[in-house]
Protein backbone atom coordinates (compact mmCIF):
# COMPACT_ATOMS: atom_id res chain seq x y z
CA UNK A 1 0.00 0.00 0.00
CA UNK A 2 1.10 3.44 -0.78
CA UNK A 3 -0.08 6.52 1.12
CA UNK A 4 0.26 10.77 0.49
CA UNK A 5 0.61 13.13 2.86
CA UNK A 6 -0.05 16.44 2.77
CA UNK A 7 0.48 18.51 5.64
CA UNK A 8 0.03 22.65 6.05
CA UNK A 9 3.41 23.28 7.93
CA UNK A 10 1.77 26.67 9.66
CA UNK A 11 -1.09 24.19 11.34
CA UNK A 12 1.55 21.51 11.64
CA UNK A 13 4.58 23.21 12.77
CA UNK A 14 7.80 21.52 12.44
CA UNK A 15 5.69 18.75 10.72
CA UNK A 16 5.42 17.17 14.06
CA UNK A 17 2.23 15.40 13.14
CA UNK A 18 3.59 14.02 9.31
CA UNK A 19 6.57 12.90 10.59
CA UNK A 20 4.89 10.92 13.38
CA UNK A 21 2.35 9.49 11.17
CA UNK A 22 4.93 8.25 8.74
CA UNK A 23 6.29 6.68 11.69
CA UNK A 24 3.55 4.76 12.39
CA UNK A 25 2.54 3.95 8.74
CA UNK A 26 6.19 2.87 7.63
CA UNK A 27 6.51 0.53 10.83
CA UNK A 28 2.92 -0.84 9.51
CA UNK A 29 4.39 -1.75 6.17
CA UNK A 30 3.24 1.24 4.42
CA UNK A 31 5.12 3.30 1.82
CA UNK A 32 4.75 7.13 2.27
CA UNK A 33 4.87 9.30 -0.06
CA UNK A 34 4.62 13.27 -0.73
CA UNK A 35 3.32 14.19 -3.46
CA UNK A 36 3.15 18.54 -2.81
CA UNK A 37 5.83 20.49 -2.97
CA UNK A 38 3.91 23.75 -2.56
CA UNK A 39 5.79 25.84 0.16
CA UNK A 40 3.47 25.56 2.67
CA UNK A 41 3.06 21.77 2.15
CA UNK A 42 6.49 21.16 0.98
CA UNK A 43 8.40 18.40 3.31
CA UNK A 44 12.02 18.71 3.67
CA UNK A 45 13.97 15.29 3.85
CA UNK A 46 16.23 12.48 3.05
CA UNK A 47 15.35 9.32 1.26
CA UNK A 48 13.39 7.03 -1.73
CA UNK A 49 9.99 8.19 0.17
CA UNK A 50 10.21 12.14 -1.17
CA UNK A 51 8.12 11.57 -4.96
CA UNK A 52 6.63 14.36 -6.58
CA UNK A 53 3.40 12.51 -7.58
CA UNK A 54 0.02 10.80 -6.91
CA UNK A 55 0.80 7.65 -9.35
CA UNK A 56 0.40 5.14 -7.31
CA UNK A 57 -1.33 6.27 -4.03
CA UNK A 58 -3.75 4.39 -2.64
CA UNK A 59 -4.53 6.74 0.04
CA UNK A 60 -3.89 10.77 0.69
CA UNK A 61 -4.18 11.77 4.13
CA UNK A 62 -4.48 15.84 4.90
CA UNK A 63 -2.72 17.02 7.91
CA UNK A 64 -4.08 20.23 8.81
CA UNK A 65 -7.35 22.29 8.96
CA UNK A 66 -10.50 22.48 6.26
CA UNK A 67 -8.12 24.72 3.92
CA UNK A 68 -5.63 22.00 3.35
CA UNK A 69 -8.21 18.93 3.20
CA UNK A 70 -10.34 21.23 0.37
CA UNK A 71 -6.80 21.87 -1.04
CA UNK A 72 -5.73 17.92 -1.55
CA UNK A 73 -8.94 17.47 -2.72
CA UNK A 74 -8.56 19.70 -5.77
CA UNK A 75 -5.55 17.86 -6.41
CA UNK A 76 -6.70 14.37 -6.29
CA UNK A 77 -9.92 14.89 -7.95
CA UNK A 78 -10.63 12.21 -10.83
CA UNK A 79 -7.54 9.89 -9.96
CA UNK A 80 -9.98 7.87 -8.01
CA UNK A 81 -7.56 8.32 -4.53
CA UNK A 82 -10.04 8.45 -1.70
CA UNK A 83 -9.04 10.83 1.32
CA UNK A 84 -8.94 11.15 5.19
CA UNK A 85 -8.06 14.04 6.83
CA UNK A 86 -6.06 14.35 10.42
CA UNK A 87 -7.14 17.85 12.44
CA UNK A 88 -4.64 20.27 13.12
CA UNK A 89 -6.91 23.54 12.95
CA UNK A 90 -9.90 24.67 14.97
CA UNK A 91 -11.72 21.54 15.20
CA UNK A 92 -12.73 20.73 11.58
CA UNK A 93 -15.83 20.05 9.62
CA UNK A 94 -13.75 17.40 7.27
CA UNK A 95 -11.00 15.87 9.18
CA UNK A 96 -11.77 12.54 10.54
CA UNK A 97 -8.68 12.02 12.93
CA UNK A 98 -7.82 13.44 16.07
CA UNK A 99 -3.98 13.79 16.26
CA UNK A 100 -4.60 12.78 20.07
CA UNK A 101 -5.93 9.06 18.93
CA UNK A 102 -3.18 8.88 15.59
CA UNK A 103 -2.16 5.79 16.02
CA UNK A 104 -4.81 4.07 16.81
CA UNK A 105 -6.78 5.39 13.82
CA UNK A 106 -3.82 5.00 11.57
CA UNK A 107 -3.49 1.25 12.47
CA UNK A 108 -7.65 0.76 11.74
CA UNK A 109 -7.15 2.35 8.21
CA UNK A 110 -4.31 -0.20 7.70
CA UNK A 111 -5.96 -2.91 8.35
CA UNK A 112 -9.12 -1.85 6.64
CA UNK A 113 -11.29 -1.04 9.08
CA UNK A 114 -13.35 2.27 7.82
CA UNK A 115 -15.76 2.88 5.28
CA UNK A 116 -16.22 4.84 2.11
CA UNK A 117 -18.40 8.16 1.68
CA UNK A 118 -18.98 9.66 -1.40
CA UNK A 119 -19.24 13.49 -1.98
CA UNK A 120 -20.58 15.34 -4.35
CA UNK A 121 -18.28 17.91 -6.25
CA UNK A 122 -18.65 21.12 -7.85
CA UNK A 123 -17.78 21.90 -11.50
CA UNK A 124 -17.25 25.64 -11.77
CA UNK A 125 -17.08 27.05 -15.03
CA UNK A 126 -16.46 30.38 -15.51
CA UNK A 127 -17.73 31.51 -19.20
CA UNK A 128 -17.72 34.68 -21.95
CA UNK A 129 -21.35 35.83 -23.91
CA UNK A 130 -19.89 33.31 -27.07
CA UNK A 131 -19.44 30.45 -24.25
CA UNK A 132 -15.58 30.42 -24.50
CA UNK A 133 -14.42 28.89 -21.25
CA UNK A 134 -12.22 31.30 -19.60
CA UNK A 135 -11.74 28.93 -15.90
CA UNK A 136 -12.35 26.14 -14.79
CA UNK A 137 -12.20 24.41 -11.06
CA UNK A 138 -13.49 21.50 -9.07
CA UNK A 139 -14.99 22.45 -5.29
CA UNK A 140 -15.85 20.16 -2.20
CA UNK A 141 -17.42 22.80 -0.50
CA UNK A 142 -18.27 26.16 -2.30
CA UNK A 143 -17.94 28.33 -5.22
CA UNK A 144 -17.93 32.18 -4.32
CA UNK A 145 -18.80 35.14 -5.98
CA UNK A 146 -17.93 37.98 -3.57
CA UNK A 147 -17.16 42.02 -4.20
CA UNK A 148 -13.71 41.95 -2.78
CA UNK A 149 -12.20 45.22 -1.89
CA UNK A 150 -14.34 47.47 -4.01
CA UNK A 151 -17.61 48.44 -1.15
CA UNK A 152 -20.12 48.48 -4.09
CA UNK A 153 -23.35 46.07 -4.02
CA UNK A 154 -23.55 43.34 -6.99
CA UNK A 155 -26.12 42.88 -8.85
CA UNK A 156 -26.48 39.36 -9.28
CA UNK A 157 -28.04 38.35 -11.80
CA UNK A 158 -29.37 33.97 -11.19
CA UNK A 159 -30.48 31.57 -14.00
CA UNK A 160 -31.33 27.97 -13.07
CA UNK A 161 -31.20 25.56 -16.11
CA UNK A 162 -30.61 29.01 -18.61
CA UNK A 163 -34.01 30.43 -16.98
CA UNK A 164 -33.66 33.53 -15.33
CA UNK A 165 -34.80 33.61 -11.65
CA UNK A 166 -33.91 36.97 -10.54
CA UNK A 167 -31.22 39.72 -9.74
CA UNK A 168 -30.19 39.71 -6.03
CA UNK A 169 -28.19 42.38 -4.92
CA UNK A 170 -26.01 41.34 -2.34
CA UNK A 171 -22.33 41.32 -1.93
CA UNK A 172 -22.21 37.99 -3.73
CA UNK A 173 -23.69 34.81 -3.60
CA UNK A 174 -22.43 31.30 -2.99
CA UNK A 175 -22.92 28.28 -4.24
CA UNK A 176 -22.21 25.10 -2.44
CA UNK A 177 -22.32 21.13 -2.08
CA UNK A 178 -23.43 19.38 0.77
CA UNK A 179 -20.57 19.21 2.24
CA UNK A 180 -19.92 23.30 2.21
CA UNK A 181 -23.03 23.27 4.03
CA UNK A 182 -21.13 24.00 7.37
CA UNK A 183 -18.63 27.09 5.49
CA UNK A 184 -19.27 29.91 4.62
CA UNK A 185 -23.08 29.08 3.69
CA UNK A 186 -23.49 28.88 6.88
CA UNK A 187 -21.98 32.37 8.12
CA UNK A 188 -24.16 33.80 5.70
CA UNK A 189 -28.09 32.11 7.07
CA UNK A 190 -27.89 29.12 5.06
CA UNK A 191 -29.30 25.74 6.22
CA UNK A 192 -27.20 22.72 7.28
CA UNK A 193 -27.70 19.62 5.53
CA UNK A 194 -26.38 16.13 5.84
CA UNK A 195 -23.08 16.17 3.72
CA UNK A 196 -24.13 13.00 1.81
CA UNK A 197 -27.37 14.62 0.01
CA UNK A 198 -27.72 15.25 -3.19
CA UNK A 199 -28.33 18.68 -3.58
CA UNK A 200 -26.76 22.11 -4.20
CA UNK A 201 -27.01 25.56 -2.06
CA UNK A 202 -27.68 28.83 -3.84
CA UNK A 203 -27.02 31.27 -1.10
CA UNK A 204 -26.91 35.39 -1.19
CA UNK A 205 -24.18 37.18 0.97
CA UNK A 206 -25.67 40.17 2.70
CA UNK A 207 -28.39 40.56 0.22
CA UNK A 208 -29.93 44.10 0.08
CA UNK A 209 -33.58 42.99 0.10
CA UNK A 210 -36.00 41.40 2.67
CA UNK A 211 -36.83 38.26 0.95
CA UNK A 212 -33.63 36.71 -0.31
CA UNK A 213 -32.99 32.95 1.63
CA UNK A 214 -30.87 30.51 -0.09
CA UNK A 215 -32.69 28.18 -3.06
CA UNK A 216 -31.97 24.27 -2.35
CA UNK A 217 -31.85 22.60 -6.04
CA UNK A 218 -31.14 19.87 -7.86
CA UNK A 219 -27.56 18.50 -7.86
CA UNK A 220 -28.49 18.17 -12.00
CA UNK A 221 -29.39 21.62 -12.10
CA UNK A 222 -27.36 24.21 -14.05
CA UNK A 223 -26.97 27.72 -11.73
CA UNK A 224 -25.32 30.27 -13.66
CA UNK A 225 -24.38 33.76 -12.22
CA UNK A 226 -24.06 36.70 -14.43
CA UNK A 227 -23.06 40.31 -13.03
CA UNK A 228 -25.71 43.07 -15.36
CA UNK A 229 -24.17 44.84 -17.76
CA UNK A 230 -24.11 48.31 -16.46
CA UNK A 231 -21.72 47.04 -13.67
CA UNK A 232 -18.38 48.63 -13.93
CA UNK A 233 -16.48 46.77 -11.16
CA UNK A 234 -14.92 43.62 -11.07
CA UNK A 235 -15.91 40.90 -8.11
CA UNK A 236 -14.01 38.15 -7.40
CA UNK A 237 -14.96 34.57 -7.89
CA UNK A 238 -13.10 32.17 -5.45
CA UNK A 239 -13.24 27.96 -5.32
CA UNK A 240 -12.90 26.41 -1.92
CA UNK A 241 -11.06 29.29 -0.85
CA UNK A 242 -8.83 29.26 -3.35
CA UNK A 243 -6.61 31.97 -4.93
CA UNK A 244 -9.59 34.55 -7.05
CA UNK A 245 -10.37 35.80 -10.38
CA UNK A 246 -11.85 38.41 -11.26
CA UNK A 247 -15.29 38.15 -13.11
CA UNK A 248 -16.67 41.20 -15.54
CA UNK A 249 -20.16 41.61 -16.84
CA UNK A 250 -19.10 40.20 -20.10
CA UNK A 251 -19.04 36.91 -18.80
CA UNK A 252 -21.02 34.09 -15.94
CA UNK A 253 -20.11 31.44 -14.03
CA UNK A 254 -21.47 28.22 -14.25
CA UNK A 255 -21.61 25.62 -11.20
CA UNK A 256 -22.85 22.31 -11.67
CA UNK A 257 -22.39 18.72 -10.58
CA UNK A 258 -18.81 17.30 -11.60
CA UNK A 259 -18.78 14.15 -13.44
CA UNK A 260 -16.94 12.00 -10.74
CA UNK A 261 -17.23 12.87 -6.53
CA UNK A 262 -14.83 12.54 -4.04
CA UNK A 263 -15.03 9.61 -1.61
CA UNK A 264 -13.97 10.45 1.89
CA UNK A 265 -12.74 7.55 4.55
CA UNK A 266 -14.30 7.32 7.91
CA UNK A 267 -13.14 5.14 10.45
CA UNK A 268 -15.71 5.58 13.05
CA UNK A 269 -19.28 5.51 12.00
CA UNK A 270 -19.91 9.23 13.45
CA UNK A 271 -23.43 10.30 12.98
CA UNK A 272 -22.89 13.84 11.17
CA UNK A 273 -25.59 16.05 13.35
CA UNK A 274 -24.59 14.47 16.79
CA UNK A 275 -21.30 15.51 16.01
CA UNK A 276 -22.35 18.87 15.02
CA UNK A 277 -23.54 20.91 17.78
CA UNK A 278 -19.68 20.37 19.65
CA UNK A 279 -17.97 21.08 16.27
CA UNK A 280 -19.99 24.66 16.31
CA UNK A 281 -19.51 24.94 20.21
CA UNK A 282 -15.07 24.45 19.23
CA UNK A 283 -15.43 27.33 16.79
CA UNK A 284 -17.24 29.53 18.82
CA UNK A 285 -20.58 29.23 17.19
Not at 61 to 90: A, H, M, Q
Request: hydrophobic content about 35%.
Amino acid sequence: MRIGIVADKYKDPNFHILEKTAKILSNLGVDVVYPDQREEHRYVGTGSAFKHSWDGVDIAISIGGDGTFLYTCREIYGKNIPIIGVNRGSFGFLAEIDSENLETSLKKLIDGNFTKKSRLMLDVRVIDLDGKLIYQDYALNDAVLYRGDISRIIPCELNINQRYIQTIPSDGIIVAGPSGSTGYALSCGGPIVDPELDLVLVTPISPHTLQNRTYVVKSTDLVEIAIKSDYLYQPYLSVDGRMAVKINNEQKIQVRRAEKQMEIICIDDKEFFAELPGKLKARGI
